[in-house]
C-alpha cells in the first residue's frame, strides 16, 4: 500500500513538473510564430556535441563533458522594438509563480527588470528562467537539463564570445571566479 | 543574435562524416537551383593554400598561433550549397516545409533553429556510430530559400582557438562584433 501512496505521489509531482515545462512552452509557442521576435532553440544534442569538443586543460574539459552534456534545450526570445516589455515581463513572471521555480537573483538595471528563477531536484538545477523586461525590449531564456552547471554555461558562452548569456555574470562574480 | 546564430552553425559541425542528404540532392534535381554552388575537398585545399601564402607575406608573430585553414576545414569532404531566389510562394514553402520533414525522415536530427530579423534558419545533423556523418542547414530568408549541405565536419577546436584569439588580440577586431 505505501508503495502504491508513493507511486502516486510521485506521479502527482512528475505531472506537476511535466505542468511547469509546458505552462513555458506554450509561452514560447505563443510568440515563436510572431516573426517580430527574435528567437533561438538549442537542442540536447548540440550541447552533447559542444561536450566532446577537446580543450585546453583538464578543468575545462571536465567542465564541459559534465556540464554541458547534461543540457536538454535552451531557448531565446526576444525583441527589442514595438513591444511593451514591462506588460510581457508581468505576463512571464505570472507564469511560472507558485509552479515550483525559487527565484535565484533580481536586477533592476537602467529601465529594465531582469530576474533570474531555477527549479532544483536534489540540490541541482533543473531549469533556468530568466526574463528581462524593459520599456521598449523583452528578453526570454529557458535552460531545460538535468543538472545544469550554470557557472560552466557562463565560461564557455564567455570563451567562445557566444551572445545571450552575458546576464549570467553575477554567477562568475558570486563564486569569486 | 546573430553571434549565437553563427557560432551555433560552427559549432554543429562536429566528428566524422560520409554523407549528404539524399532528399536535398532530389530535390536540387526537381527544382533547379538560382545558383549552385560545389565544393570539394580539392577545392576548399586551395582556398587553404590562398590564405597560407597571403599569410606568408606578413611577417608579424601574432600570426603564429592562428589555427591555418587547412586544420579547420581537413574533415570537410564536399559542401554544397543551392539558392533559390525569388521562391515567396505558399507552395513554396510548402515544398520547403516538405523538405525538412524528408531530411528528418533520413535521420537528421534537429540542432538548431532560429529567427533572427526575419531569417529563419534550421540546423540538422546525422550521426552513424555516435560520430555526425553530415549536416543539413536550410535557411528561409525575404526574398527566398538556402540549402548548405556538408559532408564532413571543420575542426571546431581550432575555430574556437580563432574566435578566441581574435576576441583576445584586439577589443577593435572581434569575431563577435564582425559576425554582428
Known amino acids: ?177 | 543574435m546573430k553571434k549565437i546564430l553563427s557560432l551555433g552553425l560552427c559549432l554543429c559541425m562536429v566528428s566524422f562524416a560520409t554523407a549528404q542528404s539524399k532528399h536535398v540532392e532530389r530535390f536540387r534535381k526537381d527544382h533547379k537551383p538560382t545558383t549552385s554552388l560545389f565544393f570539394y575537398k580539392s577545392t576548399l585545399k586551395m582556398y587553404a593554400r590562398m590564405q597560407q601564402s597571403l599569410q606568408g607575406q606578413f611577417d608579424a608573430e601574432e600570426f603564429s598561433e592562428m589555427p591555418q585553414l587547412a586544420e579547420m576545414i581537413d574533415g570537410i569532404e564536399k559542401i554544397k550549397f543551392f539558392l533559390y531566389e525569388d521562391w515567396t510562394s505558399q507552395q513554396d514553402r510548402q515544398l520547403f516545409e516538405k523538405l525538412t520533414e524528408d531530411v528528418r525522415s533520413e535521420g537528421y536530427e534537429e540542432l538548431m533553429s532560429g529567427r533572427v530579423e526575419g531569417n529563419q534558419m534550421s540546423v540538422f545533423m546525422k550521426e552513424g556510430r555516435s560520430r555526425p556523418q553530415g549536416f543539413v542547414v536550410i535557411v528561409r530568408m525575404e526574398t527566398g530559400y538556402s540549402i548548405i549541405d556538408i559532408e564532413g565536419y571543420p575542426n571546431v577546436n581550432k575555430i574556437m582557438k580563432l574566435s578566441n584569439l581574435i576576441n583576445n588580440s584586439s577589443n577593435s577586431l572581434n569575431l563577435s562584433e564582425a559576425i554582428k
Request: aromatic fraction near 8%; hydrophobic fraction near 40%.
Open chain 1, 1 to 177: 500500500m505505501k508503495k502504491l501512496v508513493l507511486t502516486m505521489v510521485m506521479a502527482v509531482f512528475a505531472v506537476g513538473a511535466k505542468a511547469q515545462t509546458d505552462a513555458i512552452s506554450k509561452y514560447f509557442s505563443k510568440y515563436v510564430s510572431d516573426t517580430s521576435f527574435m528567437h533561438v532553440n538549442f537542442s540536447g544534442k548540440m550541447f552533447q556535441m559542444i561536450s566532446r569538443l577537446e580543450m585546453d586543460n583538464a578543468e575545462e574539459q571536465k567542465m564541459m563533458e559534465e556540464s554541458l552534456g547534461k543540457i536538454k534545450r535552451v531557448q531565446v526570445l526576444g525583441k527589442d522594438k514595438n513591444v511593451d516589455g514591462r506588460k510581457m515581463y508581468a505576463e512571464a513572471i505570472k507564469l511560472v509563480e507558485g509552479k515550483g521555480f525559487e527565484e535565484l537573483m533580481s536586477v533592476r538595471e537602467d529601465d529594465k527588470d531582469i530576474r533570474f528563477l531555477i527549479k532544483e531536484s536534489n540540490n541541482k538545477i533543473d531549469e533556468l528562467f530568466m526574463v528581462m523586461g524593459g520599456k521598449n525590449e523583452f528578453g526570454l531564456l529557458s535552460i531545460v537539463g538535468d543538472g545544469i552547471d550554470l557557472n560552466a554555461l557562463y565560461k564557455l558562452s564567455k570563451k567562445i564570445g557566444m551572445d545571450g548569456f552575458e546576464e549570467l555574470e553575477f554567477l562568475d562574480q558570486r563564486k569569486g571566479n
